[in-house]
């Protein structure tokens, strides 16, 4: 079975937020190739723009905080389902508040086996509605703001991430290829989270 993983990608996304977990599951792929074992993963990256830019050429683009382009596959408005949903952070103000992003998220979660956040990308499934009375994490810097924008949320600190199967969020930046991994050793196998985090030459441990 290869799932298909939906990452946005935003206007001031922080980078490592979006591209470690997407290394992650590339580099998961390459490894299980090498069996000649059909690709586990199919990430398809998604614009928060719901419609073509000026700028925009055939591949809808979006600039990351520190001027880093980057394109994506399809624009929000025309993004299916999937199977796992990961929603990156950075500067999140204009993308929670964007109600084709939202509404994305609303339909991909009830058939995704799990969607998730790195950092601030917490802000943006709450915006959506789609966190509840369990526990929920984003970076050390952000979480007084989480708990006073949302102050139904169960907010906690001092953890790299935290998954309860169908929802998972993860603490900042480098905290999001942990939680890539972990989902990669859930939804696959320990050993290629192990092997990829190798190839990768990371020092991780699943918690």
Request: proline share 5%.
């Amino acid at each position: 079975m290869t799932r298909r993983v939906g990452l946005l990608l935003f206007d001031e996304v922080e980078v490592l937020d979006a591209c470690g977990p997407f290394e992650v599951f590339s580099v998961a792929n390459r490894v299980v190739a090498r069996s000649g074992a059909q690709p586990p993963f199919e990430v398809l990256l998604v614009s928060a723009r719901p419609e073509a830019a000026e700028d925009d050429d055939a591949a809808p683009r979006v600039r990351a905080r520190g001027g880093l382009r980057l394109g994506a596959d399809v624009r929000v408005d025309d993004a299916p389902t999937c199977d796992v949903v990961l929603v990156p952070g950075g500067v999140v103000d204009v993308v929670a508040a964007n109600t084709a992003v939202l509404a994305w998220l609303q339909r991909c979660r009830p058939g995704a086996e799990v969607v998730a956040s790195v950092c601030t990308g917490a802000f943006v499934l709450a915006a959506a509605g789609l966190l509840d009375e369990r526990p929920v994490t984003t970076h050390w810097e952000d979480l007084d703001d989480l708990r006073t924008a949302h102050p139904d949320l169960h907010v906690v600190g001092d953890v790299r991430y935290l998954d309860h199967g169908d929802l998972a969020t993860s603490a900042g930046i480098s905290a999001g290829l942990d939680l890539a991994l972990h989902l990669v050793a859930r939804l696959e196998s320990p050993e290629l989270a192990t092997a990829t985090a190798r190839q990768m030459d990371y020092a991780w441990r699943d918690a």
